[in-house]
Nanobody, 123 residues
Framework: QVQLVESGGGLVQAGGSLRVSCAAS????????MGWFRQAPGKEREFVAA????????YYADSVKGRFTISRENAKNTVYLQMNSLKPEDTAVYYC????????????????WGQGTQVTVSS
């Protein structure tokens, strides 16, 4: 089974940038979708971005479109989320996940999840 490990979170000032990574162990199949979700204290988990493993089609939540970029490096089984122009409201635990099908925006369609990495944006 696929195991996911996030890294790269931290504290950054508003307007700054941060890149989080998700390393996958195990076999990633061509039809997989890799997604990033986040959950802020007291709020529900929300979709952030997703990318298809083959083809690299990308999808973004409206709240991050134009500021965040999702990418993948197939040879390293790694997915990245580059976050620019960060805002305090981006503060959350960021999780990566993998899905073999379903709706890329829907968390329950993802099969495996990482442990999460904290991103804190100070004002």
């Amino acid at each position: 089974q696929v195991q996911l490990v996030e890294s790269g979170g931290g504290l950054v000032q508003a307007g700054g940038s941060l890149r989080v990574s998700c390393a996958a162990s195990g076999r990633i199949f061509g039809n997989y979708i890799m997604g990033w979700f986040r959950q802020a204290p007291g709020k529900e988990r929300e979709f952030v971005a997703a990318i298809t493993w083959i083809g690299g089609s990308t999808y973004y939540a409206d709240s991050v479109k134009g500021r965040f970029t999702i990418s993948r490096e197939n040879a390293k089984n790694t997915v990245y989320l580059q976050m620019n122009s960060l805002k305090p409201e981006d503060t959350a635990v960021y999780y990566c996940a993998v899905a073999s099908g379903g709706d890329y925006r829907r968390g329950r369609d993802y099969d495996r999840w990482g442990q999460g990495t904290q991103v804190t944006v100070s004002s």
